[in-house]
């Protein structure tokens, strides 16, 4: 198994977020969560990466428990993660922002590639290179969140969020980013709320309620259920 | 203009020993919102070790000239840094997760111990620093003199404020500093490894508080074990004068503080002195509360 959420619990407090989930995503796959919100996706997101700690079940990545180890191991094991609310460091530079993102590599030959090629895949990072982050526009620090999160030459890429706030045209730009991304290989795991645009680009889904899995089918099954249509997809879809 | 420029020659040379403390306590800030109220004793070690060792070489009869007294100061800078290090293990990583309150009361109780622990050992008198280690040359500049002791306090401590800066600024571990002041979740989402950033700011803040320490011991002859409190609290000042968390600032803040003490220790009473150190402190919190150079607010300690 590649990636393995396995009766995953999580608590805050008192208070039960995750109810024992179980995710599994293949190597190569885009797979997405979609849920309302407090439906427990960030959540999902932040115990793969380490930021919390399961109360019970756990994380695996190629049989390794990802769970017990600390946040930084699990970016050194090839999972990164464009955070929710992008969560660009502000009062740093564009570049030096990417650079982080590259922060456990010590080949400088490989950072560079990946730098240009991040460059290619948003040329708008480019032209700002040597802005402070903090005074791009949404979209661009969306873009340098993406950007950042794939420094660090992941296997895995979590994603949360990115469509939030971003006028549409930048949502489908983004999107077709996200699918050059997984052509190269790299496996791909998207939560959103725009559940449309996600089950398009995705090859599974998940449907997360109150800390539940209630739905796990291909996208397009997704796409076509009425169910889903009704909760996610503003009505019918016709 | 000779006693003006006296002043502030004099003013820089303790006002870099203000800005190296409150490098520590921004810090530190920067990193864990927390000001450290041990730091300020952390600055008395330092004076002590650097006493201790320049005695024990000198009566070894090791010390000779400007080599000895870096040897001292590096050591100092090791020794102190450790003691940060061992601080932030013992008093404040256990408390990380639980209120803010808490650390505060831990801060000002191992500052107590330090301050108690170098009396017990030490005793209470003041102790002189060996008088033949600091040069006695008086530089004559533009027909002012101007003592080369003063001159080396500035060149130090503005050499190691540059060094700071300079690694801040343009290594990855400073970056990786910075990001962890920044947003420290997103900092771990980098694969930083958060506490080893944390263990590192308590080791560099205290190492150059413990050369201050030192840099005072030389410049003044004497040391004692409450010195402490009055330049951890001026220096504290200073963090908030330049804007508390931003290392530009308590630079800026140190340095300009000093100034302000000394002209105004020279032209309107020297026993006024500290009072306009704090007034300093009182007019910044009003009128502006982000400090000089700050762009986020000290909302509580």
Excluded: C
Excluded at chain 1, 41 to 69: D, R, W
Excluded at chain 1, 78 to 100: A, D, K, M
Excluded at chain 2, 18 to 46: E, P, S
């Amino acid at each position: 198994m590649f990636l393995e959420l396995r009766d995953l619990h999580v608590k805050y407090g008192n208070v039960e977020a995750l109810h024992g989930i179980n995710v599994h995503v293949d190597e190569g796959e885009i797979v997405t969560i979609l849920g309302a919100n407090g439906a427990g996706k960030t959540t999902t997101l932040m115990s793969i990466s380490g930021l919390v700690q399961p109360s019970q079940g756990g994380v695996y990545f190629k049989g390794k428990a990802l769970h017990e180890m600390p946040s930084h191991a699990v970016v050194r094991e090839g999972i990164t993660q464009s955070p929710e609310g992008r969560r660009v460091f502000g009062t740093l530079t564009v570049l030096e922002n990417l650079n982080l993102g590259a922060f456990t590599s010590n080949d400088k030959a490989r950072i560079r590639k990946t730098r240009d090629w991040i460059f290619e895949l948003f040329p708008r990072l480019l032209e700002r290179k040597d802005q402070l982050a903090g005074t791009l526009s949404g979209g661009e620090q969306q873009m340098l969140a993406i950007g950042r999160a794939l420094m660090g030459d992941p296997k895995v890429l979590l994603l949360d969020e990115p469509s939030l706030g971003l006028a549409p045209i930048l949502v489908k730009s983004i999107f077709e980013t996200v699918r050059a991304i997984n052509k190269t290989g790299m496996t791909v795991v998207l939560v959103e709320q725009n559940a449309r645009a996600a089950l398009k680009l995705a090859t599974r889904g998940y449907v997360l309620e109150v800390g539940r899995v209630v739905m796990e089918d291909s996208a397009a099954n997704l796409l076509a259920n009425t169910d889903v249509q009704d909760a996610y997809l503003g009505g019918s879809g016709h | 203009m000779e006693e003006f420029f006296q002043q502030l020659t004099n003013g820089l040379a303790v006002g870099g020993i203000y800005a190296l403390i409150a490098l520590g306590y921004t810090m530190v800030y920067g990193v864990l919102k927390l000001i450290n109220f041990a730091h300020g004793d952390l600055f008395t070690i330092g004076a002590y070790l650097g006493f201790t060792l320049f005695t024990a070489f000198g009566l070894a009869g090791w010390v000779s000239g400007p080599g000895g007294v870096l040897l001292v100061l590096v050591m100092v800078m090791g020794l102190v840094a450790l003691i940060g290090f061992l601080l932030e293990r013992v008093a404040y990583r256990p408390l990380r997760s639980s209120s803010r309150l808490s650390a505060v009361v831990s801060a000002l109780g191992a500052s107590i111990f330090f301050q108690n622990a170098v009396m017990l050992i030490y005793g209470a008198k003041f102790q002189v620093y060996p008088n033949d280690i600091r040069p006695s040359y008086v530089l004559s500049i533009m027909g002012i003199d101007v003592p080369l002791v003063r001159i080396m306090m500035i060149a130090a401590s503005l050499g190691l404020m540059l060094a700071l800066y300079w690694f801040t600024q343009r290594t990855r571990i400073g970056a990786a500093i910075r990001a962890t002041a920044i947003d420290q979740g997103a900092a771990k989402l980098m694969g930083i490894d958060v506490n080893r950033v944390i263990s590192l700011v308590f080791m560099i803040g205290p190492a150059l508080g413990g050369v201050a320490g030192v840099m005072v011991g030389l410049y003044y002859g004497q040391v004692d074990f409450t010195m402490g409190w009055v330049y951890g609290l001026k220096a504290f000042t200073a963090a908030i004068l330049g804007g508390i968390g931003n290392i530009p600032g308590a630079m800026v803040g140190g340095l300009l503080l000093g100034v302000i003490e000394a002209l105004g220790a020279a032209y309107i009473s020297i026993a006024w002195k500290d009072a306009i150190a704090f007034l300093v402190l009182i007019l910044i919190l009003i009128i502006r509360p982000t400090g000089l150079l700050g762009e986020r607010v000290a909302d509580k300690i």
